[in-house]
């Protein structure tokens, strides 16, 4: 999956070694690489009966979720350390090429903190949701045993940021190759999701919780929209209470970003990714995302 018009090297340089703009993505993707490494060398015999009789390294079986784990035996670590690990290397590297593609954007927008705090939060209700639907009775019952492990719930969220912020930007699928916007791109994954969990098709308990951390992230995002707006109309007559003349080359530059401005820089974005913004183009967003 690439953005649309997109140079895949220009790309690669770019979201690599751009520090300034997604400091949070970098270093959550090298956190869970490094995590997924270390889990080679700690390789242990699992001493509980409720997992199988197999080999699985320390790192999951102090960190990985699971209902019972969690809430019965009083490890609520496991909401937060589940999201750092991965089953194998397919399942690492379709999240951390997600998240390269989705995070940087929502940052952006967000602010690196913030970003970490929705992320985190995404991760939680992913978990958390999967379990609701256990008890709800859309699983066997060994499902409050069965372990889960992945960022998927917090990279879905940020998918759903991205539709609700950017639903018009266009991505191209290398398979099936289909070029469709954020928005429909969510809705399809969102639908797949819930036919896994319909059919009890395989790893159902996995898709509950994209589908939790999906909605957690959809319903955040217009959370913080909102707060936004709420709040903007107060700064706005706390600055007109304290109003003094300024030179007018210096009251544009106070001024919200046209629409137009904030879809041309969205479109340089596209095209060659965050570095090649320039710190007015940079105060442009940030100043739109305070409107």
């Known amino acids: 999956m690439r953005a649309e018009n997109e140079n895949w090297g220009d790309t690669v340089r770019n979201h690599l070694f751009d520090q300034r703009s997604a400091v949070m993505v970098h270093w959550l993707i090298l956190l869970n690489v490094v995590?997924?490494?270390?889990?080679?060398?700690?390789?242990?015999?699992i001493p509980r009966n409720i997992y199988p009789p197999v080999h699985l390294d320390l790192i999951q079986l102090y960190g990985a979720y699971s209902e019972y784990t969690c809430f019965h035996e009083g490890e609520l670590w496991r909401l937060l350390t589940y999201q750092f690990l991965h089953a194998?290397?397919?399942?690492?590297?379709?999240?951390?090429?997600?998240?390269?593609?989705?995070?940087?954007?929502v940052e952006e927008r967000f602010g690196h903190?913030?970003?970490?705090?929705?992320?985190?939060?995404?991760?939680?209700?992913?978990?958390?949701?999967?379990?609701?639907l256990g008890y709800m009775g859309f699983f066997d019952p060994e499902w409050r045993f069965i372990p889960m492990v992945g960022a998927s719930g917090s990279i879905y969220g940020i998918m759903a940021a991205c539709a609700v912020l950017?639903?018009?930007?266009?991505?191209?699928?290398?398979?099936?190759?289909?070029?469709?916007s954020v928005r429909q791109f969510?809705?399809?994954?969102l639908g797949v999701a819930a036919a896994v969990i319909i059919f009890q098709w395989n790893n159902a308990g996995g898709e509950a919780g994209h589908l939790g951390g999906m909605f957690a992230g959809f319903i955040l995002t217009l959370l913080i929209l909102w707060k936004e707006k709420m709040s903007s109309?107060?700064?706005?007559?706390?600055?007109?209470?304290h109003y003094s003349p300024e030179p007018s080359s210096r009251r544009p530059a106070q001024a919200y970003p046209s629409e137009k401005e904030v879809d041309e820089i969205m479109e340089k974005i596209s095209r060659s990714g965050l570095s090649s913004l320039t710190e007015?183009?940079?105060?442009?967003?940030r100043r739109a995302s305070r409107r």
């Open 35 to 45: 995590i997924f490494i270390l889990g080679f060398f700690f390789q242990v015999d």
């Open 88 to 105: 194998n290397l397919g399942h690492i590297m379709f999240n951390m090429i997600a998240l390269w593609f989705f995070g940087p954007v």
């Open 113 to 132: 903190w913030r970003f970490l705090l929705y992320y985190l939060f995404c991760g939680v209700a992913a978990a958390l949701f999967s379990s609701l």
């Open 166 to 180: 950017f639903p018009h930007a266009r991505v191209q699928l290398l398979f099936p190759p289909v070029n469709l």
């Open 186 to 189: 969510a809705l399809a994954v």
């Open 233 to 241: 109309p107060r700064r706005k007559a706390a600055s007109s209470s």
């Open 280 to 285: 007015e183009e940079r105060e442009i967003l």
